[in-house]
């Protein structure tokens, strides 16, 4: 075995960086510990780079059921055809029924945390949470662990939990990951980067060494959507090319993989 290994790690060993283009990139959109802002300010700007992103060719990837159910009715006209349309419907009533055998308390989101952010009930926070998705046409549904047979934006349906959205993410073969917070949160993926990027500039400047990118410019009227839409899209070009290395890689901060809930959550 042991032999076997030595052989297996003088192969890896011998692995270059090689040039490649943006399309092959499958960029995965998440937001944790959102706020009042965070569907003003970090999650247009994130629409804004998914939409650069896809007239590039590459694949992105948007996801958390209970945070896009209550605006599927914005969903579901973007579908590239009928088919994704209804997979966009499948996938909520399956989550739908998922919390029901569980007799979950649908209560519980927005969260504790969400609520002091300013967030007042799901609707709000359903409408931020889509705001990362752009303006681009979905062209595919993925259910749990499925990998993209598409390019352009895609659906990937997975419960809301920072963790288990992303371990799934990864297992549907994202390459960089983008996390927006307005309350803060030291989520990190080992296996991926993770861009973080703050809602707020007092966040950015309170976790000064956490935060990514600062989106709290935009409602300071400091930059617009765009010109932060612009800079986190290459941001992501240059962390993927190895030019920079985001704060969670810097500190090393990430998460233990969660395949799924533990229990029916919210």
Not at 55 to 70: K, W
Not at 118 to 147: C, F, T, Y
Not at 197 to 226: F, Q, V
Request: proline letters at 5%; a neutral charge; hydrophobic letters at 40%.
């Amino acid at each position: 075995i042991l032999q076997v290994a030595e052989r297996h790690l003088e192969k890896l060993n011998q692995r270059q960086r090689e040039t490649c283009p943006a399309s092959e990139l499958v960029v995965g959109m998440q937001c944790g510990g959102s706020d009042a802002f965070s569907g003003v300010t970090a999650n247009p700007a994130v629409g804004y780079a998914s939409d650069l992103l896809v007239r590039c060719g590459a694949t992105v990837m948007f996801s958390e059921v209970t945070e896009v159910r209550d605006a599927i009715h914005l969903l579901t006209p973007r579908a590239i055809n009928e088919e994704v349309g209804k997979r966009l419907l499948e996938e909520m009533a399956w989550y739908d029924n998922y919390l029901d055998m569980g007799k979950t308390d649908r209560s519980a989101n927005p969260s504790p945390g969400n609520k002091k952010g300013g967030l007042a009930n799901v609707v709000e926070k359903a409408l931020g949470s889509i705001a990362k998705s752009g303006k681009s046409a979905i062209a595919e549904v993925l259910s749990p662990g499925q990998r993209p047979t598409k390019r352009g934006l895609i659906y990937a349906a997975t419960p809301a939990s920072d963790f288990v959205c992303g371990t799934q993410q990864v297992a549907s073969g994202i390459t960089v990951q983008v996390f927006t917070t307005g309350r803060g949160t030291p989520y990190g993926l080992v296996a991926v980067p993770v861009i973080k990027m703050a809602t707020r500039t007092e966040l950015a400047n309170r976790w000064y060494d956490l935060m990514d990118i600062n989106a709290g410019t935009i409602a300071t009227g400091e930059e617009t959507i765009e010109e932060v839409g612009l800079k986190l899209f290459e941001f992501i070009l240059d962390v993927a090319s190895g030019r920079k290395k985001t704060f969670s890689d810097q500190w090393g901060l990430h998460n233990q993989l969660a395949v799924f809930n533990p229990a029916p959550v919210t």
